[in-house]
């Protein structure tokens, strides 16, 4: 069965902290891996992967996939309060169709 | 482009009621996604569409629940007899395989049946 795990489940860190964040999966015919941040509502689209060994990176986000050992990272280094939010992994796999993980809550104290 | 287009934005209805959540596509994206998200569980995929085409409807959890696709730039997703325990957001995505741009999100129908 296909499935994306992610951990940890939540996360509460204070400003300024870097933060990881995890993403495995089993997913028949793996196409590409990635990245949301949902705050109120709508996932909105951070990062798409396909190839290992290769960071992206946009501003204080960046991620990585490892393909061999079936695993995305997502660092936020120096965090702020704005980015208080659940990030969501998701993979493509046969068919164009998507899985996601349950995501990661991550809160930024002042 | 305006991105995925959901509406409502929110419904409220009793049980027993139909409900019609409505999506316009991203123009061009070639893939259509209904998903479904609570606390719980997390984002489902109920239904998504190729071309119009249902592709794959395992993820409707029962027959109270039926999607169409009539044309490239709308769909619906219709619950009959809704019941509480589909209170959630309702989410359509769409993306496009010849130009590689992955699911873009609407802003999700906040559904509760009292």
């Known amino acids: 069965e296909d499935k994306v795990v992610q951990s940890p489940l939540s996360l509460v860190v204070h400003e300024g902290d870097t933060v990881t964040l995890n993403c495995s999966y089993e997913?028949?015919?793996?196409?590409?891996l990635l990245w949301y941040k949902q705050e109120k509502k709508a996932p909105t689209f951070l990062f798409m992967l396909t190839s290992s060994g290769i960071e992206k990176k946009s501003g204080r986000l960046s991620s990585i996939l490892d393909k061999k050992e079936l695993f995305s990272i997502l660092n936020i280094t120096a965090t702020q309060t704005g980015d208080s939010a659940i990030y969501l992994c998701a993979v493509e796999g046969t068919g164009n169709q998507f899985y996601f993980g349950t995501g990661t809550s991550l809160t930024v104290i002042p | 482009d305006a991105g995925v287009i959901q509406s409502p934005r929110h419904e409220v209805t009793e049980m027993g009621q139909e409900v019609t959540l409505r999506c316009k596509p991203i123009?061009?994206?070639?893939?259509l996604f209904w998903y479904r998200q609570t606390m719980m569980r997390g984002l489902e995929l109920l239904i998504y569409?190729?071309?119009?085409?249902?592709?794959?409807d395992s993820g409707m959890p029962e027959d109270r629940f039926s999607a169409k696709m009539p044309n490239a730039s709308f769909s619906t997703l219709k619950i009959q007899p809704s019941e509480p325990r589909d209170s959630a957001v309702y989410f359509c995505a769409s993306s496009s395989v010849s130009t590689n741009e992955k699911l873009f999100f609407g802003s999700g129908t906040q559904l509760s049946v009292l």
């Open positions: 997913v028949t015919n793996f196409r590409s």
């Open positions: 123009s061009g994206h070639d893939y």
């Open positions: 569409f190729n071309n119009n085409v249902p592709i794959d």
